[in-house]
């Protein structure tokens, strides 16, 4: 499964299974939760829940389903502000603020509006209970009273598109129709019942298209990405430095590799790349069956672990530079082993830092602790997990594009729900999202809400790519001959036509390996293929190298040992 890396000179040292054991079965669930989380798409102001692929358009049943502000006043002063979607009847909603009015808002009497109301209105907004009749007959009856809109009031706390019965031919709604969810509706009767006047004004302001928020995500992922690969190509080319200086001297004793610069560093094999995505099935079907407020609770603990775990080791590499002594002083701890001081004295920070994310992660600061915890997790992965070769890296990135296709879209066939997306935004857990993502508000959106990237987004390719610069460096190649630049460019192209596809489907989520795997995966192919190193990248994973396990006889010559 997963084992311990070796030297270049694969073979001549035995992993033991225990010790291989104890490395995959933490790694390979940790990697497979991530994984399973990886695709996290994006749910502001409300998620519409209502597939209407089916339903197709006809005259006056052609609107673009658009979120719609509603914004009140009390006694004229202003007050709450609830987010609605508009129908596929009735007029356009205005999208400027300045040109929508202000309106007084009225209860209908009967509530459902599927028969005249009793109450008089004149030019008013009515207010009516979904069900016992069409949308369109909702919105005609209260059009023929005199209404300048009606406000549809959901049974349940998402929204729903309203669309037109495939029958109907009379569609002659001029006034704007827009749905609100639950809590809306019982929070608009309560103002209504204890105040003398209520007013709501209507409009749908248009997202940019393109928000600054999506271009800091854009960055954070391929400097993340940057940042793991030099990390672990220096970790590597220090190891082979051991190794040309072990052939220099000629050196009769040959140290244990894993303990030359590269220790707790682990290899992944085709079995576990495919194991490791059939263990995120697992776990993913398990969280859709078991999803609740207890269960995200759960996964904020898991994060603040593995973010507490990368923090520290990334902090523990930085300052070794400054302090180490301390960082190559150990102290026995029970039940943790020997612990450097340096790291003795970073796990308190790490610890404090993580915690303080948890209680105020709901703040609207609390992306930004969230972002670190993350970038450090992923970094830190990286540097214990590799790709040895590109056979590995194609059976993983295959099975996770695989993985990803069907738990987005094949998966709704079956539960009549997108399976991944229900996960990722944590349906029926009372939170907005679940931890495992890099988020970055919209500033410029009149929306509001984040832009994300799942982990896997970041992880999983970032592996090729920190095997494409782990070659180049112990091939001696420059950044221009070499694989890295272009396994890079290749990522972040195919993470901006994720952005692309994102804008074009108006901002529901996207798998975003669906793009990524074959940009980078294919890249890295192709220019193997062409340059003649494809055999070399597919098998060894890395050029050929002298073994250090020779002696060289007093005779001058040399012999295995």
Same mark, same amino acid.
């Given at each position: 499964m997963?084992?311990e890396q070796?030297?270049s000179?694969r073979?001549?040292s035995?992993?033991?299974?225990?010790?291989a054991v104890?490395?995959?079965?933490?790694?390979?669930?940790?990697?497979?939760?991530?994984l399973?989380?990886?695709?996290?798409p994006?749910v502001i102001?409300?998620?519409?829940?209502?597939?209407?692929?089916?339903?197709?358009?006809?005259?006056g049943?052609?609107?673009?389903?658009?979120?719609v502000?509603?914004?009140?006043w009390?006694?004229d002063?202003?007050?709450?502000?609830?987010?609605?979607?508009?129908?596929?009847f009735?007029?356009?909603i205005?999208s400027?603020?300045?040109?929508?009015?202000h309106?007084r808002l009225i209860?209908?009497?009967?509530r459902?509006?599927?028969?005249?109301p009793k109450n008089?209105?004149?030019?008013?907004?009515i207010?009516?209970?979904r069900?016992n009749?069409?949308?369109?007959?909702?919105?005609?009856t209260?059009?023929?009273?005199n209404?300048?809109?009606i406000?549809i009031i959901?049974n349940?706390?998402?929204l729903?598109k309203?669309?037109?019965?495939p029958?109907?031919?009379?569609?002659?709604i001029h006034?704007?129709?827009?749905?609100?969810?639950r809590d809306?509706?019982a929070r608009l009767?309560?103002m209504?019942t204890? %105040? &003398?006047?209520?007013?709501?004004?209507? =409009?749908?302001?248009?997202? /940019?298209a393109v928000d600054?928020?999506? !271009?800091? @995500?854009?960055l954070?992922?391929?400097?993340?990405?940057?940042?793991a690969?030099?990390?672990?190509?220096?970790?590597v080319?220090?190891a082979?430095d051991?190794h040309?200086k072990?052939?220099k001297d000629a050196?009769?004793?040959?140290?244990?590799?894993i303990?030359?610069?590269?220790?707790?560093?682990?290899n992944?094999?085709?079995k576990?790349?495919v194991?490791?995505?059939?263990l %995120? &099935?697992?776990?993913?079907?398990?969280? =859709?069956?078991?999803?609740? /407020?207890?269960?995200?609770?759960i996964? !904020?603990? @898991?994060f603040?672990?593995g973010?507490?775990?990368?923090?520290?080791?990334?902090l523990?590499?930085l300052l070794s530079?400054w302090?180490k002594?301390?960082?190559?002083?150990y102290?026995?701890?029970p039940f943790?082993g020997?612990i450097?001081y340096?790291?003795?004295?970073?796990?308190p920070f790490?610890i404090?830092?993580a915690?303080?994310?948890?209680v105020?992660r709901?703040?609207?600061?609390?992306?930004?602790?969230?972002?670190?915890?993350?970038?450090?997790l992923?970094?830190?992965?990286?540097q214990? !997990?590799?790709?040895?070769n590109?056979k590995v890296?194609?059976?993983?990135?295959?099975c996770?594009?695989?993985y990803?296709l069907?738990w987005v879209?094949v998966?709704?066939?079956f539960?009549q729900q997108s399976?991944m997306i229900?996960v990722?935004?944590?349906?029926?857990?009372?939170e907005?999202?679940?931890?495992m993502l890099?988020?970055?508000p919209?500033?410029f959106?009149?929306w509001?809400?984040?832009?994300?990237i799942g982990?896997?987004?970041i992880l999983?390719?970032?592996?090729?790519v920190?095997?494409?610069?782990?070659?180049?460096?112990?091939a001696?190649?420059n950044?221009?001959?070499?694989y890295?630049?272009w396994?890079i460019f290749?990522?972040?192209f195919g993470?901006?036509?994720?952005?692309v596809a994102?804008?074009?489907?108006d901002?529901h989520?996207q798998?975003a390996l669906?793009?990524i795997v074959?940009?980078?995966?294919?890249?890295?192919l192709t220019?193997?293929?062409?340059?003649?190193?494809?055999?070399?990248?597919?098998?060894?994973?890395?050029p050929?190298?002298?073994c250090?396990?020779?002696?060289?006889?007093h005779?001058?010559e040399?012999?295995?040992?």
């Amino acid at each position: 499964m997963l084992g311990e890396q070796g030297g270049s000179c694969r073979g001549d040292s035995s992993v033991r299974l225990s010790m291989a054991v104890e490395k995959f079965l933490p790694v390979a669930a940790f990697l497979a939760l991530i994984l399973l989380l990886r695709h996290a798409p994006s749910v502001i102001a409300g998620d519409i829940v209502h597939d209407d692929d089916s339903t197709p358009k006809k005259p006056g049943c052609e609107n673009q389903f658009v979120l719609v502000k509603v914004q009140t006043w009390v006694n004229d002063k202003e007050d709450d502000e609830f987010v609605g979607v508009g129908a596929r009847f009735g007029t356009t909603i205005v999208s400027k603020e300045k040109n929508a009015k202000h309106t007084r808002l009225i209860l209908s009497d009967p509530r459902d509006c599927c028969n005249p109301p009793k109450n008089k209105i004149a030019g008013d907004v009515i207010m009516v209970d979904r069900g016992n009749c069409t949308f369109t007959k909702k919105a005609k009856t209260a059009q023929t009273a005199n209404a300048s809109a009606i406000l549809i009031i959901n049974n349940q706390k998402e929204l729903y598109k309203m669309v037109c019965e495939p029958d109907e031919t009379d569609l002659n709604i001029h006034i704007p129709a827009v749905m609100l969810p639950r809590d809306a509706g019982a929070r608009l009767e309560e103002m209504l019942t204890s %105040a &003398s006047s209520v007013s709501v004004q209507l =409009y749908s302001p248009r997202r /940019p298209a393109v928000d600054v928020a999506e !271009v800091f @995500l854009w960055l954070l992922a391929v400097l993340t990405i940057l940042c793991a690969s030099y990390w672990s190509a220096w970790r590597v080319r220090e190891a082979a430095d051991e190794h040309n200086k072990l052939l220099k001297d000629a050196s009769d004793e040959v140290p244990d590799t894993i303990n030359t610069g590269v220790s707790r560093v682990v290899n992944m094999n085709m079995k576990a790349a495919v194991l490791f995505v059939v263990l %995120a &099935s697992c776990f993913l079907f398990m969280i =859709y069956k078991l999803m609740s /407020p207890w269960f995200i609770d759960i996964l !904020v603990v @898991l994060f603040c672990i593995g973010g507490i775990e990368g923090l520290q080791t990334c902090l523990v590499a930085l300052l070794s530079r400054w302090f180490k002594h301390a960082a190559k002083t150990y102290i026995k701890i029970p039940f943790f082993g020997a612990i450097s001081y340096l790291t003795l004295a970073v796990s308190p920070f790490c610890i404090t830092f993580a915690v303080l994310w948890a209680v105020y992660r709901t703040h609207s600061f609390g992306w930004i602790g969230q972002d670190i915890l993350g970038i450090a997790l992923i970094i830190t992965v990286l540097q214990i !997990v590799h790709v040895p070769n590109l056979k590995v890296g194609t059976v993983l990135l295959s099975c996770a594009f695989i993985y990803d296709l069907f738990w987005v879209f094949v998966s709704a066939k079956f539960f009549q729900q997108s399976v991944m997306i229900v996960v990722a935004r944590a349906d029926g857990s009372g939170e907005d999202g679940i931890p495992m993502l890099l988020k970055f508000p919209r500033i410029f959106d009149p929306w509001g809400g984040y832009s994300i990237i799942g982990f896997g987004d970041i992880l999983l390719p970032g592996m090729l790519v920190a095997f494409s610069l782990r070659y180049d460096w112990l091939a001696n190649k420059n950044i221009r001959n070499g694989y890295f630049l272009w396994a890079i460019f290749a990522y972040g192209f195919g993470l901006l036509v994720t952005y692309v596809a994102l804008n074009l489907m108006d901002g529901h989520g996207q798998p975003a390996l669906l793009y990524i795997v074959p940009f980078t995966l294919g890249t890295l192919l192709t220019l193997g293929r062409k340059r003649g190193d494809l055999q070399v990248l597919w098998t060894r994973g890395e050029p050929e190298r002298p073994c250090p396990h020779i002696r060289l006889q007093h005779s001058g010559e040399v012999s295995p040992e």
